[in-house]
C-alpha cells in the first residue's frame, strides 16, 4: 500500500529484463494483454515507455503485477525510475573479458539490471554482508536469469582489492545503506530493514546522518583501492545532502581519489538528458553540481535518489547549468 500521498503520483514502473526478452516483446505482450500505449495515468489500462531508461515502462499505479506471471518468471522486475539509474550511469562492459563489481547488492534490482545490460557476458560479483538478505539476493538472481553473477556474503570493506579474480574489475557499483530517506512508496524490495528515518528528531537524525555518512564515504575510498577501477557509481536514496553531496566532496578529497585520480564523470556521461542536478550548496566546488544526478519525490514521479559516477584519471571540464 502505498504509505505516501505522493506515491499515488509515482506510476507502477516495470523493468523488462532483457536476459529473458527484448522491451518490443513486452509492449506487444502487454498490448495484446489489452493494455493500450498512453498516458500511465489515463486509464488503468495505459502504459508508456520510459523516455530515459529504454527498458522501463510506465503503468498506472493502480496496476498490479504480483500475479502476472511475467513477474513471477522474472520476465519483469518491479524497480523505480530512480532505481534504474545507477546501471545506467555505471554502463557495464558488455564482452565476455567485462568484470564488474556491485559492492551491496541485496535485494538485487541493480544486479540484476547490470546484468541485463552486459548481456549475461563477462563476469559481476555481487556482495552482500547480511545472510538474510544474501538469502533474497540468491533467489532473485535466480528468478531473473543471471548467469554471469557470483554472490558472495562477505563485507565488502573486508575484500583485499588486490585479490586476483577483484583486481580485473573495472567497473564498481556502490549503493550502500543509507537513511531511505528518498522513499515515498512501499517498494520493500529498496528497503533496508530498520534503515528507515521515521520519527528521528533532528539532533537523533543529524547524529545519525553523520555515521551514515562516514561509512558511506569508506565504503567509496575501499572502491576507489581497486587497481583497475575506471569507473564508480555511488548512489543513495536519500535525500540529504550529508550522505550524497557532502560525501562526494569527502571522497574527491581523499587521499585514495588524489593517489588514483578520481574525478567526478561530466554531466555529458552522467544521464545529461534528467533536467535535475546536485545541491550547489552541498558541495565545496559548486560546478560539480552539473556531474550530479538527483530525484525528487515530490517533482519527479519517482522516490529521491542521488546518483554521482567517479572516473580515473580524466580530465574533466563542468559545464555550468
Ligand atoms: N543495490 C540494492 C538493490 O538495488 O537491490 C540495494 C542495496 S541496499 C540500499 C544496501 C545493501 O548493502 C544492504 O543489503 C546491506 O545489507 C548491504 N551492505 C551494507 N554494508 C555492506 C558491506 N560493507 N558489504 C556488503 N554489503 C553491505
Known amino acids: 500500500c502505498p504509505s ?84 545506467t550511469v555505471l554502463a557495464p562492459p558488455s564482452d565476455e573479458h567485462g568484470v564488474v563489481i556491485d559492492a551491496t547488492a541485496a535485494p538485487g534490482n541493480k544486479t540484476s539490471h547490470l546484468s541485463a545490460l552486459m548481456g549475461g557476458k563477462g563476469k559481476l ?7 538474510r538478505r544474501f538469502s533474497t539476493l540468491k533467489t532473485m538472481l535466480v528468478k531473473a536469469t543471471c548467469k554471469n553473477v557470483e554472490a558472495v556474503n562477505v563485507d565488502f570493506l573486508s575484500i583485499d582489492p588486490l585479490t586476483p579474480k577483484y583486481a ?30 521515521l520519527t528521528f528528531q533532528n539532533e537523533e537524525q543529524e547524529e545519525r546522518l553523520n555515521k551514515l555518512a562516514t561509512f558511506q564515504l569508506m565504503m567509496i575510498k575501499h572502491a576507489m583501492k581497486f587497481p583497475s577501477a575506471q569507473k564508480i557509481v555511488y548512489s543513495t536514496c536519500s535525500i ?28 555529458k556521461d552522467v544521464l545529461p ?11 565545496d566546488s559548486p560546478e560539480h553540481a552539473s556531474s550530479l544526478v538527483r530525484c525528487s519525490p515530490d517533482s519527479d514521479a519517482t522516490n529521491g535518489f542521488f546518483v554521482s559516477c567517479f572516473v580515473k584519471g580524466t580530465q574533466v571540464t563542468h559545464s555550468v547549468d
Not at 125 to 131: H, I, L, M, N, S
Not at 168 to 196: F, M, Q, W, Y
Open 273 to 283: 538528458q534528467w533536467h535535475r542536478r546536485g545541491l550547489r550548496e552541498g558541495l
Open 4 to 87: 505516501d500521498e505522493r506515491a499515488v503520483r509515482i506510476p507502477r514502473y516495470v523493468r523488462v529484463n532483457t536476459l529473458l526478452w527484448t522491451t518490443r516483446e513486452a509492449i506487444r505482450y502487454y498490448t495484446e494483454k489489452g493494455f493500450q500505449i498512453s498516458d500511465p495515468f489515463s486509464t488503468n489500462k495505459a502504459f508508456a515507455q520510459d523516455e530515459h531508461i529504454p527498458d522501463l515502462l510506465l503503468f498506472n499505479p493502480r496496476a498490479q503485477f504480483h500475479n502476472d506471471i511475467c513477474y513471477k518468471t522474472g520476465k519483469i522486475i518491479l524497480q523505480d525510475k530512480a532505481s534504474c539509474f545507477p546501471a
Open 168 to 197: 580485473k574489475a573495472t567497473h564498481i557499483l556502490l549503493d550502500p545503506s543509507c537513511s531511505g530517506s528518498g522513499i515515498v512508496n512501499r517498494l520493500d524490495h529498496l528497503l533496508e530493514t530498520g534503515k528507515l528515518l
Open 125 to 131: 560479483y555481487a556482495f552482500e554482508r547480511d545472510k
Open 240 to 267: 540529504h545532502a550529508t550522505e550524497n553531496e557532502r560525501v562526494v566532496c569527502e571522497a574527491l578529497k581523499s587521499e585514495e581519489a588524489q593517489k588514483e585520480n578520481f574525478k567526478l564523470a561530466p554531466r
